[in-house]
């Protein structure tokens, strides 16, 4: 096991870091990298309105019609970029997945087949990697597009569509490390993967589809039957009970409100909490008063399989906490407080 130690050299360094830090030259460089990028983005959009428009509709129609899967494959701060992408296309509608280009030498290329599209991603065109498993691609019969800086690079010439992710300089002071040209690559995919998904009539409820476990795919896939409470845990009284015992179900069943239903277990009204609270102001001695006497009449219902979202959007717009659940007869079936859906975390 190998102990970490803080020595005095090592303290006496980082406050000599500190000491030569200039936050107004770190502002400056801020301010320049996100010119560059953003100058290397509006240079990218003039490219795809003009002279690449061809190449970019022609890639999002192979995309569009790829009858297997989208691989995008790239080395380096590339590779990073490449992962990214293929998570885009992923989530928004279109098979998609990573290949590490070494990975791919040493077994890893028996996951691409004939019928998937191969999107390699190298500045340079040349990287060594890429360079060697795009040819056996080819003959797979597999379709190719690559993201090059150079137009005449190896892959490039290998490609059967090529798309331009060139940028005058980097933001990077020794115009070394890859930014404005993975700012520009990243920003080329989304393009992609937008354009392929707006084609393929991708919408909220497949979005949500995608991603269960997030808020928007909680708020359009989560149903009022997931959160309802029904069978005993709703409250229910007979229009003749007494109110006293009315309270003893509101009591019992915790969420604050008991419904009230006729001879076929039609709701036909609803007490609260609120609704207790004003009476008390006007009736002192309640014990034998029937609820059908003091209940709110016509109550909101929701049906189970509507979106447990329209359930919120009914309490916020009448100010309510509870809502009754009903089959479309009427019949009530359950009940949901706002607690409900809080819990299962649909807002």
Not at 234 to 257: Q, S, W, Y
């Amino acid at each position: 096991m190998v102990e970490f130690v803080y020595t005095a050299e090592m303290s006496t360094n980082t406050e000599k870091n500190i000491s030569f830090f200039d936050a107004t030259r770190a502002l400056q460089l801020a301010a320049e990298t996100l010119e560059i990028e953003t100058a290397a983005l509006n240079r990218l959009k003039k490219r795809i309105a003009g002279e690449d428009a061809d190449h970019f509709e022609k890639a999002t129609a192979m995309l569009l019609d790829c009858p297997g899967r989208i691989v995008v494959s790239g080395i380096g701060k590339s590779g990073h970029v490449a992962r990214k992408i293929a998570a885009t296309f992923a989530s928004t509608g279109s098979p998609a997945m990573f290949v590490h280009p070494a990975e791919a030498l040493h077994g890893d290329l028996g996951m691409i087949t004939r019928d998937d599209v191969f999107i390699a991603i190298s500045y340079s065109g040349e990287a060594a990697e890429l360079m060697s498993i795009c040819p056996i691609i080819k003959r797979m019969g597999a379709k190719m597009i690559a993201m090059t800086g150079k137009e005449y690079s190896g892959l490039a010439q290998l490609s059967d569509i090529h798309l331009s992710i060139q940028v005058e300089k980097e933001a990077c002071p020794l115009n070394l490390a890859p930014t404005a040209s993975t700012t520009t690559t990243m920003a080329l995919g989304d393009a992609l993967a937008i354009a392929v998904l707006d084609a393929r009539g991708f919408r909220e409820d497949d979005f949500a589809r995608s991603h269960p476990g997030g808020a928007l795919g909680r708020r359009l896939l989560t149903l009022v039957s997931d959160v309802m409470r029904s069978g005993d845990a709703v409250p229910v009284v007979k229009a003749n009970t007494p109110l006293r015992e009315a309270l003893f179900e509101i009591t019992k069943k915790g969420i604050a409100m008991t419904a009230v239903v006729d001879e076929n277990h039609q709701a036909i009204g609803v007490f609260t909490d609120g609704d207790l609270r004003r009476l008390l102001e006007k009736v002192q001695d309640f014990a034998t008063i029937p609820i059908s006497e003091v209940m709110s009449r016509n109550p909101r219902t929701i049906g189970p399989g509507q979106l447990a979202a329209e359930a919120i959007n009914i309490m916020e717009q009448y100010r309510i906490n509870q809502l009754l659940v009903a089959d479309t007869t009427g019949r009530l079936i359950g009940a949901i407080h706002i607690h409900d859906l809080s819990q299962a975390k649909v807002f």
